[in-house]
């Protein structure tokens, strides 16, 4: 939002009366939180929210019936991700006594929107504070995501080009407004980068718009808004406030996620997310290129709005600290870095999925490397879902053939795009390995390919042990593979899978000359790894 003054309307003689209803309804024990436009009131299974009579650059609820109307939006495109979550809109009414009620009889005099209550330990953001966020919860919710998403209303009629540029304008001059706690420098140069990383992309914003991939959003999408309710990570408190500011890219509402797992050092949990919004989301791989920009600008929200809260605390120098942090994090996530391609192969349930998947993270820009499977790129090119089973028709010499011409073209896309990739497939062909050299060298960048090992005993009993997942293959496949002929492998480094997980990522950590300082651990997993 464009640098505007903020006023706070003092509050009304009737809040106040509504803030002491509120509290005597809700009886003993009754916590309170206000937020900059809120007051929150949580009993033992409910959340009554008032809006509070305050208006600021961006939005207004001064009356009574902005407030209504806002809590109305609030309640309805919430209702779009967590419907069980969501109750309804009450008015607070006066009787002719005078005597205050919810939903009763009389004049109503303000609104409250009522809501379920979670447990405490639900908000994902205290799962990840406690080291408790589950590899699992995260692709679950990356599809809930991605099918939120697709089910979302499109905006045809906006300039996306245009829309986004004024998103980065009026960033700069929050910024701007802040610059005594940011640095004037510091801002400045972060604001012009921003303008021509935006430029530069202007042509793909643009043709993202006109494919459908702007859509009305969440528009608030970090951790602390996503709680698990009835076993399901759901997101909430979207923003309503303003239809315009979460009319957006789709992948710029994911970023705001996945810039807070990787700004909270769970990076990994970042590559996850992207990675399984994308293998759901085919169409969202031209996309990739706008992430340094879309996570930046998250970043750079970020570090006004604390600077701003700073000042509101009387230039509180912890909360300053941490919007310069958010700042230099938001320049550092626009720093380029060279792609690289690696190629993971080995036979079926040697477990080129799961190290794929540890060390995507370690590669490349934020958030890591894109990791192209070819049992999702076989689902694909079937029209099915990953997870999908597809009949034997489909693992034909001519249909593996077209797997692997597609990963390929799509690993040629991604470097092109500016981030590494991992190819995640049997390469069981010295054609098949041969190509993916030639494509990075073709495309100037490093190249590694990686062999994994394993006796057909433990290959066979990792694949029964699977959870649901996009590979079908079974224990006849992994024994007939056992009698291919892999040829040569000439330059592959050969890495046993045989011992733990963290064995076989310690080598291929080693074997690829991979950082290991300054990144997070895998997140926990109640479920078997695609080994």
């Not at 640095?183 to 459908?212: F, I, M, N, P, Y």
Request: proline share 3%.
């Amino acid at each position: 939002m464009r640098a505007r003054p903020s006023v706070t309307i003092p509050t009304s003689e009737s809040q106040s009366e509504v803030a002491a209803f509120m509290h005597g309804i809700c009886g003993p024990g009754t916590r309170r939180i206000d937020t900059h436009a809120a007051s929150i009131f949580l009993t033992a299974d409910r959340v009554w929210k008032l809006k509070q009579a305050v208006r600021f650059g961006y939005l207004d609820f001064t009356t009574q019936h902005r407030r209504k109307a806002a809590l109305e939006a609030e309640f309805a495109l919430n209702r779009r991700t967590a419907p069980t979550l969501y109750i309804a809109v009450h008015p607070i009414a006066r009787d002719s006594e005078g005597k205050l009620s919810i939903g009763g009889e009389g004049r109503p005099i303000d609104w409250v929107l009522e809501m379920r209550r979670f447990a405490d330990d639900a908000l994902l953001s205290e799962q990840a504070e406690a080291g408790n966020l589950d590899a699992a919860v995260l692709m679950r919710l990356a599809e809930r995501l991605q099918q939120f998403h697709q089910q979302a209303q499109i905006v045809t009629w906006m300039d996306a080009a245009a829309s986004f540029k004024k998103v980065i304008e009026d960033n700069a001059a929050s910024m701007a407004a802040v610059a005594d706690i940011l640095g004037v420098k510091e801002t400045g140069l972060l604001a012009s980068g921003h303008q021509s990383l935006c430029d530069r992309l202007q042509g793909l914003l643009q043709a993202r718009g006109r494919e459908g991939r702007v859509r009305q959003g969440h528009g608030d999408l970090h951790l602390g808004n996503i709680a698990m309710i009835d076993g399901e990570p759901t997101p909430f408190d979207c923003l309503e406030f303003s239809e315009a500011l979460a009319q957006v890219d789709v992948l710029y509402d994911l970023s705001f996620l996945l810039m807070d797992l990787w700004h909270k050092r769970l990076q990994h949990g970042a590559n996850i997310v992207l990675n399984h919004y994308l293998d759901h989301s085919a169409i969202d791989e031209a996309g990739i290129e706008l992430l340094p920009l879309f996570l930046s600008v998250r970043a750079a929200i970020r570090a006004h709005v604390l600077a701003a809260q700073s000042l509101r605390c009387g230039r509180n120098l912890q909360i300053a600290e941490q919007a310069r942090g958010y700042l230099t994090f938001a320049r550092t996530l626009l720093d380029p870095v060279q792609p690289r391609l690696i190629a993971i192969g080995g036979l079926s349930g040697s477990g080129k999925s799961t190290l794929a998947r540890h060390i995507g993270h370690l590669l490349g820009r934020a958030p890591g490397a894109r990791i192209l499977r070819s049992d999702v790129i076989r689902k694909q090119l079937a029209g099915m879902a990953p997870e999908a089973h597809l009949p034997r028709k489909h693992y034909s010499a001519a249909a593996s053939r077209q797997v692997y011409l597609r990963l390929n073209e799509l690993a040629g896309d991604t470097i092109r795009q500016g981030s590494a990739v991992i190819v995640d497939a049997v390469f069981a062909d010295e054609g098949e390995r041969a190509a993916a050299e030639s494509l990075a060298h073709a495309a100037g960048v490093a190249f590694d390919g990686i062999w994994l090992t394993a006796e057909e005993s433990q290959r066979t009993a990792r694949i029964q042990s699977r959870a649901p997942d996009a590979s079908d293959a079974d224990a006849e496949v992994a024994r007939t593979q056992s009698r291919y002929d892999i040829g040569m492998l000439g330059g592959w480094q050969q890495i046993s899978a045989g011992g733990s997980i963290d064995e076989a990522v310690a080598s291929a950590v080693g074997a690829l000359r991979l950082p290991t300082t300054g990144t997070d651990s895998e997140p926990s997993s109640s479920v078997a790894e695609e080994q």
